[in-house]
């Protein structure tokens, strides 16, 4: 695709800031299960299968909401639309802030499904938009983006929550109003008119290399390795973090925190992710590439081993510290597969983002087995463990290019 993008003008700040808060907007209602996971389970469950369905929860969600993904980047590889963008939008608004109404846990796996289906089909054709609108550059860019939607994450349920922890959760449903609202405007704003350069790399394009796209599997073959690597890596790092963020509600819970207390907790954590991602758009241009992801794999378990056999403040500031490190390799992780999968970006985020979501997600079901059969705080320490067992496959990404030097 040829690249007549010119230097930021008004109109691509507006809609990368549109963007970014759509982003924003969105994630703060598709986090709401993981606060609401304890109280849908003592509506729905027995105490012998609180776990397990929990991992069931998890795991449906995932399936749609990032497994999805992989369908949703095929497609906006191919389609230009910004009605990705606007369902999206509104489906996870309306899907998730119907949760508490469930008479069932089949109902409940049919309202993840809708919410989960917005979220695929915002994330993959939303990030590498981000990158080409912005201004700072498509490493940053994308920072910037994805802490967006981590504020979101972490602050947005504490909002929308507020009204139902306090009066009802029977509330809740009318927190879909902003998102509806919100989605309306996308198509409004967000006209894509410009040809943006949608290509992830640091060197300049020529015009004969942008007149024609090569296959997937052209381009991914050569790369095969490598891109099992980072999936893996991907997947087994999300599998500490939805695990914690989800199973962590559940654990505290038990240790009879308030809804409050709990939410605020997760919405911590939550948001040490955020710092984590936008701290990563600095260092990933300071820093070794090999070194910045093995820091992450092997700094972070400590942290939240200690957390979890603390209390009090050094437990918030230990679980902070783990999860600011864990996610300071995720922008890492998105580049170097957009800059393998050259001129198929959609699908490499959806790879990296979406589909190791998706079976990060989808392990958890074994996670809440294991909880319901040994308790969680076993299985809570062996959890943040995994990313320890994961950093001796970065040998395998030693022929990548470091993203710290110039013209990689």
Same mark, same amino acid.
């Given at each position: 695709?040829?690249?007549?993008?010119?230097?930021?003008?008004?109109?691509?700040?507006?809609?990368?800031?549109?963007?970014?808060?759509?982003?924003?907007?969105?994630?703060?209602?598709?986090?709401?299960?993981?606060?609401?996971?304890? #109280?849908?389970?003592?509506?729905?469950?027995?105490?012998? @299968?609180?776990?397990?369905?929990?991992?069931? =929860?998890?795991?449906?969600?995932?399936?749609?909401?990032?497994?999805?993904?992989?369908?949703?980047?095929?497609?906006?590889?191919?389609?230009?639309?910004?009605?990705?963008?606007?369902?999206?939008?509104?489906?996870?608004?309306?899907?998730?802030?119907?949760?508490?109404?469930?008479?069932?846990?089949?109902?409940?796996?049919?309202?993840? &499904?809708?919410?989960?289906?917005?979220? &695929?089909? =915002?994330?993959?054709?939303?990030?590498?938009? &981000?990158? &080409?609108?912005?201004?700072?550059?498509?490493?940053?860019?994308?920072?910037?983006?994805?802490?967006?939607?981590?504020?979101?994450?972490?602050?947005?349920?504490?909002? #929308?929550?507020?009204?139902?922890?306090?009066?009802?959760?029977?509330?809740?449903?009318?927190?879909?109003?902003?998102?509806?609202?919100?989605?309306?405007?996308?198509? !409004?704003?967000?006209?894509?008119?410009?040809?943006?350069?949608? @290509?992830?790399?640091?060197?300049?394009?020529?015009?004969?290399?942008? @007149?024609?796209?090569?296959?997937?599997?052209?381009?991914? /073959?050569?790369?095969?390795?490598?891109?099992?690597?980072?999936?893996?890596?991907?997947?087994?790092?999300?599998?500490?973090?939805?695990?914690?963020?989800?199973? +962590?509600?559940?654990?505290?819970?038990?240790?009879?925190?308030?809804?409050?207390?709990?939410?605020?907790?997760?919405?911590?954590?939550?948001?040490?992710?955020?710092?984590?991602?936008?701290?990563?758009?600095?260092?990933?241009?300071?820093?070794? @590439?090999?070194?910045?992801?093995?820091?992450?794999?092997?700094?972070?378990?400590?942290?939240?081993?200690?957390?979890?056999?603390?209390?009090?403040?050094?437990?918030?500031?230990?679980?902070?510290?783990?999860?600011?490190?864990?996610?300071?390799?995720?922008?890492?992780?998105?580049? +170097?597969?957009?800059?393998?999968?050259?001129?198929?970006?959609?699908?490499?985020?959806?790879?990296?983002?979406?589909?190791?979501?998706?079976?990060? /997600?989808?392990?958890? !079901?074994?996670?809440?087995?294991?909880?319901?059969?040994?308790?969680?705080?076993?299985?809570?320490?062996?959890?943040?463990?995994?990313?320890?067992?994961?950093?001796?496959?970065?040998?395998?990404?030693?022929?990548?290019?470091?993203?710290? !030097?110039? !013209?990689?």
């Amino acid at each position: 695709m040829k690249n007549n993008q010119k230097p930021p003008s008004a109109s691509n700040r507006k809609q990368f800031y549109f963007l970014t808060l759509a982003h924003t907007v969105l994630d703060s209602y598709a986090t709401l299960l993981s606060h609401l996971q304890p #109280l849908l389970l003592t509506k729905l469950a027995s105490a012998a @299968t609180r776990n397990s369905l929990a991992g069931n =929860f998890i795991s449906v969600y995932s399936v749609f909401s990032s497994l999805g993904q992989i369908l949703f980047g095929w497609l906006s590889d191919r389609v230009r639309t910004v009605h990705f963008l606007t369902f999206g939008v509104a489906f996870t608004a309306i899907g998730l802030s119907q949760l508490w109404l469930a008479p069932s846990h089949y109902i409940v796996y049919l309202l993840l &499904a809708v919410g989960g289906l917005g979220v &695929a089909a =915002f994330h993959p054709q939303a990030t590498t938009y &981000a990158g &080409a609108l912005s201004a700072e550059g498509r490493g940053m860019g994308i920072s910037v983006f994805l802490t967006g939607g981590n504020i979101g994450r972490a602050l947005g349920p504490l909002l #929308l929550l507020y009204i139902p922890y306090r009066f009802g959760l029977e509330y809740l449903v009318w927190e879909m109003i902003p998102g509806v609202l919100l989605a309306l405007r996308v198509p !409004k704003v967000l006209r894509f008119e410009q040809q943006l350069d949608l @290509t992830a790399s640091t060197r300049v394009i020529s015009n004969a290399e942008t @007149t024609s796209r090569e296959s997937f599997w052209h381009v991914a /073959g050569p790369h095969s390795l490598s891109l099992i690597v980072l999936f893996i890596i991907a997947s087994f790092r999300t599998v500490t973090a939805v695990g914690l963020e989800n199973f +962590l509600s559940i654990y505290l819970d038990n240790q009879n925190y308030s809804d409050e207390m709990r939410s605020f907790v997760i919405a911590i954590f939550i948001f040490a992710g955020s710092m984590g991602i936008m701290m990563s758009g600095w260092l990933l241009t300071r820093m070794n @590439t090999y070194v910045l992801l093995l820091f992450s794999l092997l700094a972070a378990p400590p942290l939240f081993y200690a957390s979890l056999h603390s209390d009090g403040f050094s437990f918030l500031v230990f679980l902070f510290l783990g999860n600011m490190v864990l996610s300071s390799s995720i922008t890492v992780n998105i580049i +170097l597969a957009q800059m393998i999968l050259r001129g198929h970006e959609n699908i490499a985020s959806s790879f990296m983002m979406g589909a190791a979501w998706g079976v990060g /997600g989808l392990l958890n !079901k074994i996670v809440g087995v294991l909880g319901d059969r040994f308790g969680l705080p076993i299985v809570l320490d062996g959890l943040v463990m995994l990313p320890l067992v994961m950093a001796p496959l970065l040998i395998l990404l030693r022929d990548q290019p470091d993203l710290s !030097k110039p !013209k990689v």
